[in-house]
C-alpha cells in the first residue's frame, strides 16, 4: 500500500496557485504559510512514502501511478504517469525537505521585498517542477519539469528585474537551458523511434535486448542526453549560466544550486543508468566533462571575491564530481554526493545569504573579515558546511565525495588519472572554502563605511533552518558508511534496484589497504589545501597579492574566468546577431522583397511606356500610321 | 437540398450576413448599438457552432453536418458543405476568435465603425466558407470574397503605410489564387477526360489517378496559393506589412485564421488530390519550411517593432506546421494541425497584448518601452504566460503541438527534424529578448510611467485565450482525438492512391500530353473559361 503519489508535487502546485493568484490580498505571513506549508506537507508525505517503500522487499520496491493521459497520437502516447522507486524516493525527500527548509528561511531573508507573494508562488513552483521531474515515469513528464524548473529559475534570478543585469542572468539560464534542452529532446526522438515508447522502466528493461553494446544509436542517445544534463547541471561548456544565477535572491541560489534545478542532469543521468552502461564512449565522455569541470570550476573560484560567485563556482565543481561518478559507472555514489551536496551547499548559500543580511548586502568579502564573533551562528553552522565541503573525516561530504574519488580509480571504467584530477580539486575546493571563511569571519575588519554599525545577526527564522541544515551536513554521510570502514553503505545498497551496474570485464581487485591509502591520501591533499589558506589569509595576509603580482597572467585568466562569457560573446553571440541583422537587411528587405516591389515597379513601367500608345490624341495616332505606312511600303518596295 | 438534419454549417456561415443587415439598418452615428449587435452575432454564432465539436462522431473520417445541392448541374458545380475532424477545428477557432477580436475593437476602431464592423461580419462569412465548401467553385468563391473585407480592413482602418500594405496583401494573394483557378479548370476538365463527369465535387474529384507529370503541375499551382497564404519563405514579405498597418483586430484575425487557410489547403487539396506531387515535393517543402523556421527566427529577432517581431515569428511557427504536415505521418500531422489552432490561440493573443499596449502608449517600437511590469503588473502575467505559450513551454499549448512535430518529422527524417529543432532555442532567444526589453528593467521613458493596466473588458477577452494555453497544454486529448479518424484517413488515402499510382506508372510508361486532355474541350467547345 503506497497511497497516492501525485500528491507530493501537488501541495506546492496548489500553493503556487494560491499565492500566485490571491498573494495580492493575502499578508505576508498568510503568504508563507501556504508556501511552507505546502513544500512540508510534501516532506512528510515523502517521509510516509520512503518508509513504506523501505518496508517492502528490495526487489519490489517500486510503483507507478497514472493521473492522466496527457496525450496520445497514433503510435505515440504520454500519460502523466509517476513513478515511485528507490532512486525518486531518495530525490523527493532531498527536494521537499531542503526546499522546506529554504522556505522557512526565505520568510525572514524576504520579509522587507515588495514583491513577497510572488517570490513565495514562484518558489512552490519550483519546487513542484523538480518533484514532477523526479517522479515523472517517463521523458516526457520528466520533460515537464525539466523546463519547468528553467522556466522558474529564469523566474527567480530574473525576480529583481528592474536590474538590468538580473534579467540578462534571468534570459541567459533560459536560453542556455534551452541549448540543453535541444540535445535532450533529440534524444527523447531518437529513444522513441529505437523503443516505441518513453517509458523509462521500459526502456530501462529493453536496452539490452534492443541496443548493442558500444553500439552508434546507443551511444548517440546517451551523448544526447547528456547534452541535456550538461546544459541543466551546469557542465562544460555550458555551465556559463549558474555563476549569474547568483543575480536572484539568496534562498533561490539555495534552491538552484542545493536542492533543485542543477541535481536534474545528474538525477536524469542516473536515471538513464540503464543506456549509459551500454554506451562506454558516452560514459568516458561524461568522466572527462565530470572531471574537467570538477577542476576548471575550481580553479575560478580561487580567485573570486564575490562570496555568492565563490560558492557557485564551487556547484559547478562539486557537479563534476557527481558526473565523474556517473561516467565510472558509480551512479549511486554520484547520487549519494547529489544528497550530500544538497544538505552542505544549501546550507553555505544561506550562510552566506545571512551574512549579506548582516553586512547590507555586501558581497564583496575583500569587505568583509571578522564576523566571527559578530555573527556567531552563522559562522559555525558554515564552518560546518565547509569542512563538510572540504570532505573532512566525520562529515558526510567525505562520505560522498571519497567514494567518488575510490570509484574513479577502482571501478573498471575509472582510471589514475581521473582520481588524480579529482583530488587536485578536493585539495582546491578546501583551499578557496577555506579562504572564504578567513576572508569573511576572520582577520581584521574591512567595512565599507557605515556598515558596521547595523552589522547584527539574524533573526531564528534564518538561523534555525542553518542549524537544521548544519546537523544534516554532519549526519547525513551516515546512510553511506564504506565498508571499508567498517559500514554496510546502506545509501547504495538502497539504490541499486533503481540503478544499472556496469558490466564488468574481468573485475579488477583492489586491496582494503590501497582504499585506506587513497583515502588517506586525498584527507591529506584536503588538509593541504586548509593549511594553505591559513597560511595566505590568516598567517601571512599580503602574501595572495604578492602571488597575484607575481603570476599575473595566470591569475588575470583565472580571475576573468579563463574569459569564456567574452569568449561566447565574440564567438557566438555577437557575430549571430551581426548575421541576423544583415539576414533581415539585405536578404529580406532588398533581396526578397526588393525583388517583389521591382516585379511591381517593372509592371507600372511598363504600363507607363505603354500609355504613350494610347493617348488619345488623333494627331499621335495619325503620326503612327503614316510611320507604319511609310516602312511597310518602303519595305515593299525595297523588297 | 440534401442535409443531414439541421443545416448548420450554412446558419454559421450565413449569419455574419444577418448581423450585416441589422447593422445596415442602424445610423452610422449610434456606434454602441453597431458594435453591440456586431458582437452579439459573433458570441450567437460561437455559441451555434460548439455542437460542431460536442457532437462530432470522431468514429468516423467522413464528413459530417453535410449539405448538398445541386447548384448549377449543367456545369457540375454543387453547394457542398461538409466538415471532418480538421475543418471543425479550424471553424471552431474561426468562431472563438471573431467576437474576441471584434470585442477587441471597442477602444481601438472609434471612425467609421460601421463600416468596420460589416466588414468584419463579412470577413467571418468568408473565412468559415472556406473551411466548409467541399466544391471547389465554392471553395474558391469564398476564398476571394474573404480577401476585401481584409482589404478594407487594412485600407480604411489600418496605420501609416496602409495603402501599400493592403495593396500588397491582395495582389500577393491574387497572383497565387489566379494559378490556383487556373489548376481547379484543368483538374475539371482532366476529370472529364478520365470519368466523362463534369464535377467541382471534391470527393468525386480525386476518385481517379492522375498522370505523374500533370500532378506535379497541378501540385505547384495550389501550392503557391496555398504557399503564399500561409506564408513559406520566400513568399512572405506581404506578412510583415499586412501585420504592421492591420488595426489589432485585423492582424488577429490575420494571424490566427486567414494564414492557416493555406495549411489547411495544403491538407484538403494539395495531399489527397496530388499524393505523388507530395512526396515529390516533400523534400522541397521540407527544406522551405525549415528555412522559414531558422530565418523566421533570426529575423525575429532584429525587429524594432514588437508588431513585426510576432510576424516574422509566424514565419517560424508556420514553418512547423508545414514541416508537421509534410513529415505525412500521424505525429507530424497531429502535431501540425494542433499548432494550427495553438498558433491561431498564442499568436492572436500576442497581437492582441501589443495592441493594448498600442492604444496606450500610440508607438510600437521596442525601444519605447521598459520597465512595464511594474507599471501595468497584469498585463505583464498575461504577456509572459503567452509568451511561454509561444515559446513552447511544456504545459502550454505550444509544446505539444511542436513536440508532435518534431517527433514526427524526426521518424521522417532525423537531419530535418535535428535542424527544425534550433528553432526552439531560437523562439527563446527573440522572444525573451523582447519581453525583457518591453517589459523588464527600469522605467525610462517618461510617458511610461501612467500606463494603466488592463480593464475589465480586456480581461475578459484575454481569459479564454489564456486558460486555452493551458487546457490544451495539460489535456490536449479532445482535440486529437476528433482529428484522429480524419488525419488516419487523409493518410490512408496519400499512400494509397500513391502506391496505385507508382505500379500504374510503371505498367504504361504512357505519358499523357496536356494537349491531349484540353482539346476534347475546345473541341466541344461548350464551356468558356
Not at chain 1, 392 to 415: M, N, Q, R, T, V
Not at chain 1, 460 to 467: G, K
Not at chain 2, 298 to 305: G, H, L, P
Not at chain 2, 393 to 412: A, D, H, M, R, S
Request: proline letters at 4%; glycine letters at 8%.
Amino acid at each position: 500500500m503506497y497511497g497516492p503519489l501525485w500528491i507530493v508535487p501537488f501541495f506546492p502546485l496548489v500553493g503556487f496557485l494560491l499565492n500566485g493568484l490571491f498573494g495580492k490580498w493575502f499578508d505576508r505571513v498568510t503568504v508563507s504559510v501556504i508556501a511552507c506549508t505546502s513544500v512540508g506537507l510534501s516532506f512528510l508525505w515523502s517521509v510516509v512514502l520512503f518508509f513504506r517503500l523501505s518496508a517492502l522487499p528490495p526487489e519490489s520496491r517500486f510503483y507507478v501511478e497514472k493521473v492522466f493521459d496527457w496525450f496520445v497520437s497514433g503510435n505515440f502516447s504520454a500519460p502523466m504517469e509517476f513513478y515511485l522507486d528507490p532512486l525518486s524516493a531518495v530525490m523527493i525527500l532531498t527536494v521537499s525537505g531542503v526546499g522546506f527548509l529554504i522556505h522557512v528561511y526565505s520568510h525572514g531573508y524576504m520579509s522587507h521585498d515588495e514583491s513577497y507573494a510572488r517570490y513565495f508562488s514562484f518558489l512552490n513552483l519550483f519546487t513542484f517542477a523538480m518533484l514532477v521531474l523526479v517522479l515523472g515515469s517517463n521523458l516526457l513528464v520528466l520533460f515537464i519539469g525539466w523546463e519547468g524548473v528553467g522556466l522558474c529559475s529564469y523566474l527567480l534570478i530574473g525576480f529583481w528585474f528592474t536590474k538590468k543585469s538580473a534579467s540578462d542572468a534571468g534570459k541567459k539560464a533560459f536560453i542556455v537551458n534551452r541549448v540543453g534542452d535541444f540535445g535532450f529532446l533529440l534524444g527523447t526522438f531518437l529513444i522513441f523511434v529505437t523503443f516505441g515508447t518513453l517509458n523509462i522502466q521500459e526502456i530501462s528493461t529493453a536496452a539490452p535486448n534492443v541496443l548493442m553494446y558500444g553500439g552508434a544509436i546507443v551511444t548517440t542517445i546517451t551523448l544526447l542526453l547528456f547534452v541535456g544534463a550538461t546544459g541543466k547541471s551546469a557542465q562544460i561548456p555550458l555551465y556559463i549560466w549558474l555563476p549569474d544565477a547568483m543575480e536572484g535572491p539568496t534562498p533561490v541560489s539555495a534552491l538552484i544550486h542545493a536542492a533543485t534545478m542543477v541535481t536534474a542532469g545528474v538525477y536524469m543521468v542516473a536515471r538513464m543508468s540503464a543506456l549509459y552502461v551500454l554506451a562506454p564512449v558516452s560514459m568516458t565522455v561524461v568522466a572527462v566533462i565530470g572531471a574537467a569541470t570538477a577542476i576548471f570550476a575550481a580553479t575560478i573560484a580561487i580567485t573570486q571575491f564575490d562570496i555568492k560567485r565563490v560558492l557557485a563556482y564551487s556547484t559547478i565543481s562539486q557537479l563534476g564530481y557527481m558526473f565523474l561518478a556517473c561516467g565510472v559507472g558509480a551512479f549511486s555514489a554520484g547520487i549519494f554526493h547529489l544528497m550530500t551536496h544538497a544538505f552542505f551547499k544549501a546550507l553555505l548559500f544561506m550562510c552566506a545569504g545571512s551574512v549579506m543580511h548582516a553586512m547590507s548586502n555586501e558581497q564583496d568579502m575583500r569587505y568583509m573579515g571578522d564576523l566571527r564573533k559578530r555573527t556567531p551562528k552563522t559562522f559555525y553552522t558554515m564552518l560546518i558546511g565547509t569542512l563538510a565541503i572540504a570532505g573532512i573525516p566525520g562529515l558526510s561530504g567525505f562520505f560522498s565525495k571519497d567514494e567518488i574519488l575510490w570509484e574513479s580509480f577502482a571501478s573498471p571504467a575509472g582510471g589514475v588519472g581521473f582520481w588524480v584530477v579529482g583530488a587536485v580539486a578536493a585539495g582546491i575546493t578546501a583551499f578557496y572554502m577555506f579562504r572564504l571563511i578567513f576572508m569573511t569571519f576572520f582577520g581584521q575588519p574591512r567595512y565599507k563605511h557605515g556598515v558596521e554599525k547595523h552589522i547584527h545577526e539574524s533573526p531564528n527564522v534564518m538561523t534555525y533552518p542553518l542549524i537544521a541544515l548544519a546537523i544534516l551536513a554532519i549526519i547525513g554521510g551516515y546512510v553511506g558508511i564504506p565498508h571499508v570502514l567498517g559500514g554496510h553503505n546502506n545509501f547504495g545498497e538502497f539504490l541499486k534496484p533503481s540503478i544499472a551496474h556496469l558490466a564488468s570485464h574481468g573485475e579488477a581487485h583492489h586491496s582494503t589497504t590501497e582504499e585506506l591509502l587513497l583515502m588517506g591520501a586525498s584527507v591529506a591533499i584536503a588538509l593541504l589545501g586548509i593549511v594553505a589558506a591559513f597560511r595566505m589569509y590568516i598567517a601571512n595576509p599580503k602574501l595572495p597579492v604578492v602571488i597575484a603580482d607575481n603570476f599575473k597572467k595566470v591569475y588575470n585568466l583565472l580571475y576573468n574566468k579563463y574569459y569564456v562569457d567574452e569568449i561566447y560573446y565574440f564567438i557566438i553571440v555577437k557575430p549571430f546577431v551581426r548575421f541576423s541583422q544583415l539576414l533581415y537587411d539585405v536578404a529580406d528587405r532588398i533581396f526578397i522583397d526588393g525583388s517583389i516591389n521591382l516585379l511591381a515597379y517593372f509592371t507600372g513601367w511598363t504600363g507607363e511606356v505603354i500609355k504613350w500608345f494610347q493617348t488619345g490624341y488623333v494627331r499621335n495616332y495619325i503620326v503612327t500610321f503614316v510611320f507604319g505606312l511609310v516602312i511597310i511600303v518602303g519595305y515593299m518596295l525595297l523588297k | 437540398m440534401y442535409s443531414e438534419g439541421f443545416p448548420i454549417l450554412s446558419l454559421i456561415t450565413y449569419l455574419p450576413l444577418l448581423g450585416v443587415l441589422l447593422i445596415l439598418l442602424i445610423d452610422k452615428e449610434n456606434i454602441g448599438t453597431i458594435r453591440m449587435v456586431a458582437l452579439l452575432i459573433a458570441v450567437l454564432n460561437f455559441i451555434i457552432s460548439l455542437p460542431l465539436f460536442f457532437l462530432h462522431d470522431v468514429s468516423t473520417h467522413h464528413f459530417q453536418f453535410v449539405e448538398m445541392l445541386n447548384w448549377i448541374p449543367a456545369l457540375g458545380v454543387s453547394y457542398y458543405f461538409g466538415i471532418d475532424g480538421i475543418s471543425m477545428l479550424m471553424v471552431i477557432l474561426t468562431t472563438f476568435l471573431t467576437p474576441l477580436a471584434i470585442w477587441s475593437s471597442f477602444s481601438a476602431i472609434t471612425e467609421r465603425v460601421k463600416g468596420y464592423m460589416i466588414s468584419f461580419l463579412l470577413l467571418e462569412t468568408g473565412m468559415l466558407g472556406v473551411f466548409v465548401s467541399l466544391d471547389l467553385v465554392l471553395f474558391f468563391i469564398f476564398w476571394e470574397a474573404m480577401l476585401f473585407p481584409m482589404y478594407f480592413i487594412i485600407g480604411i482602418w489600418g496605420g501609416p503605410r496602409r495603402i501599400y500594405a493592403t495593396v500588397k496583401f491582395v495582389l500577393f494573394t491574387m497572383a497565387g489564387s489566379a494559378l490556383m483557378l487556373v489548376a481547379i479548370l484543368f483538374l475539371y476538365f482532366l476529370n472529364y477526360y478520365y470519368t466523362g463527369v463534369y464535377t467541382f465535387n471534391l470527393q468525386e474529384l480525386g476518385n481517379f489517378p492522375i498522370a505523374p507529370n500533370i500532378q506535379l503541375w497541378l501540385f505547384a499551382a495550389f501550392a503557391l496559393a496555398f504557399a503564399i497564404k500561409v506564408p513559406m519563405f520566400p513568399f512572405h514579405t506581404w506578412l510583415p506589412d499586412a501585420h504592421v498597418e492591420a488595426p489589432t483586430a485585423g492582424s488577429v484575425i490575420l494571424a490566427a485564421v486567414l494564414l492557416k487557410m493555406g495549411t489547411y489547403g495544403f491538407l484538403r487539396f494539395c495531399l489527397p488530390l496530388f499524393p505523388h506531387a507530395v512526396y515529390e515535393f516533400m523534400p522541397a517543402i521540407s527544406i522551405l519550411a525549415i528555412i522559414g523556421i531558422i530565418y523566421g527566427a533570426m529575423v525575429a529577432m532584429v525587429q524594432k517593432d514588437v508588431k513585426s517581431l510576432v510576424a516574422y515569428s509566424s514565419v517560424s511557427h508556420l514553418g512547423f506546421v508545414m514541416l508537421g504536415i509534410f513529415a505525412l505521418n500521424v505525429q507530424g500531422l497531429e502535431g501540425g494541425i494542433l499548432q494550427m489552432i495553438n498558433h491561431g490561440i498564442s499568436t492572436g493573443a500576442l497581437f492582441l497584448l501589443v495592441g493594448m499596449l498600442y492604444e496606450r502608449r500610440h508607438t510600437r517600437l521596442i525601444a519605447d518601452f521598459g520597465g512595464l511590469s511594474k507599471v501595468v503588473p497584469v498585463f505583464a502575467v498575461a504577456f509572459m504566460i503567452i509568451t511561454l505559450s509561444s515559446i513552447g513551454l511544456p504545459g502550454t499549448n505550444g509544446f505539444v503541438g511542436e513536440f508532435l512535430i518534431l517527433l514526427g518529422t524526426f521518424k521522417t527524417n532525423a537531419t530535418y527534424a535535428v535542424l527544425a529543432a534550433t528553432g526552439v532555442i531560437l523562439a527563446a532567444i527573440y522572444m525573451l529578448w523582447m519581453f525583457q526589453r518591453v517589459m523588464f528593467g527600469e522605467v525610462t521613458k517618461e510617458e511610461n510611467k501612467k500606463l494603466t493596466d488592463l480593464n475589465l473588458r480586456e480581461k475578459l477577452i484575454l481569459l479564454p485565450l489564456i486558460l486555452l494555453v493551458f487546457y490544451i497544454g495539460f489535456y490536449p486529448k479532445p482535440l486529437l482525438v476528433r482529428m484522429e479518424a480524419s488525419v488516419e484517413h487523409l493518410l490512408d488515402t496519400v499512400n494509397k492512391k500513391y502506391r496505385v499510382e507508382s505500379i500504374e506508372q510503371n505498367n504504361q510508361d504512357k505519358k499523357i500530353t496536356i494537349a491531349e486532355i484540353v482539346n476534347p474541350e475546345k473541341n466541344e467547345g461548350t464551356h468558356d473559361e
